[in-house]
T-cell receptor, first 114, second 111 residues
Framework: DTAVSQTPKYLVTQMGNDKSIKCEQN?????MYWYKQDSKKFLKIMFS???????INETVPNRFSPKSPDKAHLNLHINSLELGDSAVYFC?????????????FGQGTRLTVV | GNSVTQMEGPVTLSEEAFLTINCTYT??????LFWYVQYPGEGLQLLLKATKADDKGSNKGFEATYRKETTSFHLEKGSVQVSDSAVYFC??????????FGTGTQLKVEL
């Protein structure tokens, strides 16, 4: 059973389009995250949700809008895609309020904007 | 704010060589420390962790010790294999449940 699953795994789209990436976790965790990994493998947190409530919103363009319909899902919608949005996007989850627990990551979504 | 600094790669080693990947951190309070590994084309997997000073995390022959006095969490393995080739990330988790990563170190192990 996949703990954190993202769809799609690959996404190729043209500039200016709007796209969504879906994420689901079956671990019962309260906290979910979106991370962006650039071409140099650098990982940067974008958003964090606790029980559907936005907790962390790093400096991310407002073209990126996370949506959490319930605590098991955190989707990422991107409007007006730009070339610089090309990256691998990782969803993750962890138990709430326990700093000593690790985050579990999905397999990533490779977004290519052409 | 919290930050993690790790040695730049790529690191290229021969099979059975000794591995050290340095990691130092800056944080307030008492963070938990982690090493994650990313194999080609895959997501991140937890390799090991340590939650308090002097703890040693270990897994698959890798180990790292939480050194508060030097704010370090260096990753070591006595004898690497070709299958260890991957990108290794040092990370810390402080208050607010936020995981902060280092820049990653690519390891290549050759026969």
């Amino acid at each position: 059973d996949t703990a954190v699953s993202q769809t799609p795994k690959y996404l190729v789209t043209q500039m200016g389009n709007d796209k969504s990436i879906k994420c689901e976790q079956n671990l019962g965790h309260d906290t979910m995250y979106w991370y962006k990994q650039d071409s140099k493998k650098f990982l940067k947190i974008m958003f964090s949700y606790n029980n559907k409530e936005l907790i962390i919103n790093e400096t991310v363009p407002n073209r990126f809008s996370p949506k959490s319909p319930d605590k098991a899902h955190l989707n990422l919608h991107i409007n007006s895609l730009e070339l610089g949005d090309s990256a691998v996007y990782f969803c993750a989850s962890s138990p709430l309020g326990q700093g000593n627990t690790e985050a579990f990551f999905g397999q990533g979504t490779r977004l290519t904007v052409v | 704010g919290n930050s993690v600094t790790q040695m730049e790669g790529p690191v290229t080693l021969s099979e059975e060589a000794f591995l050290t990947i340095n990691c130092t951190y800056t944080a307030t309070g008492y963070p938990s420390l982690f090493w994650y590994v990313q194999y080609p084309g895959e997501g991140l997997q937890l390799l090991l962790k340590a939650t308090k000073a002097d703890d040693k995390g270990s897994n698959k022959g890798f180990e790292a010790t939480y050194r508060k006095e030097t704010t370090s969490f260096h990753l070591e393995k006595g004898s690497v294999q070709v299958s260890d080739s991957a990108v290794y990330f040092c990370a810390l988790k402080g208050g607010g449940n936020k995981l902060t990563f280092g820049t990653g170190t690519q390891l290549k192990v050759e026969l």
